[in-house]
């Protein structure tokens, strides 16, 4: 940012630059965190599996022997993932999008998919613009994916399985923890999404939704260009999906 100032004028310039983001973990890497046939014959579904924790999931799954069904929103980035599963093992897309899951769950039932296990990764940009104390669109847009998304892709999800059981990893965040007031609409519909979560438990036998807390993790939505503390992806998310994959032991592959 700069100061300018001319005959007649005097302002401010600000400039930036997208941050290219952390390189993702080596293959050999990823293997070490997972037993190779921990999840053989497992096909989770990962939504939203084309960038950060969905993708670091996808690379863990498909390494401990699951086939993971990707779900993406656009393809050419689902391309790119699907690439770095591959390299550990197996792996298939299947477009899915949280706002309006109809079409995806079609997709599912027309692929036959009989997995246990789903990943709810969905997320829109976190880090945004502050201009005002409370920002409506900013929460609708929130509440749009972690409650409103969740809620329908769960319910389609159970309809789909039709009586079987269902387990759902849906990531909350330490921020909840924290009065922090550059995410004040994230920390409210996370909050929500919370208590959705606990509902859902109540109505629902055979649901089982797994809501942990996590801390910063170094993904493309937390780079910043100054240092803050944060957590490589794949070491936080290795014992969870090793929870989440051994909650149904009756799973079957696709």
């Given at each position: ?169 849906y990531p909350s965040t330490t921020a909840l923890d ?77």
């Amino acid at each position: 940012q700069m100061a300018v100032n001319g005959p007649g004028f005097a302002g401010t310039v600000a400039a930036f630059t997208e941050h290219p983001g952390a390189e993702p973990a080596a293959a050999a890497t990823i293997r070490s965190l997972v037993p190779s046939e921990a999840f053989r014959g497992q096909s989770p579904l990962i939504i939203g599996a084309t960038s950060g924790l969905g993708s670091v999931s996808a690379r863990l799954l498909a390494a401990g022997g699951a086939c993971p069904v990707l779900g993406y929103r656009d393809y050419a980035s689902v391309d790119a993932v699907l690439g770095t599963v591959l390299q550990l093992g197996a792996g298939k897309p299947v477009p899915f999008d949280a706002t309006d899951p109809a079409e995806g769950l079609e997709e599912l039932a027309a692929m036959g998919w009989s997995g246990n296990e789903v990943y709810y990764f969905a997320s829109p940009r976190i880090f945004r613009r502050r201009i005002e104390p409370y920002q409506a669109e900013d929460l609708r847009d929130f509440l749009r994916i972690f409650v409103d998304g969740f809620y329908e892709t769960v319910r389609g999800l159970l309809e789909l399985r039709d009586g079987e059981a269902l387990t759902i990893f849906y990531p909350s965040t330490t921020a909840l923890d924290e009065a922090t007031a550059e995410l004040f609409e994230y920390r409210i519909a996370k909050q929500a999404g919370e208590e959705l979560c606990q509902r859902l438990r109540e109505k629902f036998s055979l649901l089982t939704i797994i809501s942990d807390r996590l801390p910063r993790l170094a993904t493309r939505q937390t780079i910043t260009f100054v240092k803050v503390p944060d957590k490589r992806p794949e070491v936080v998310m290795a014992p969870i999906v090793r929870r989440v994959q051994a909650s149904n032991s009756s799973s079957s592959p696709p």
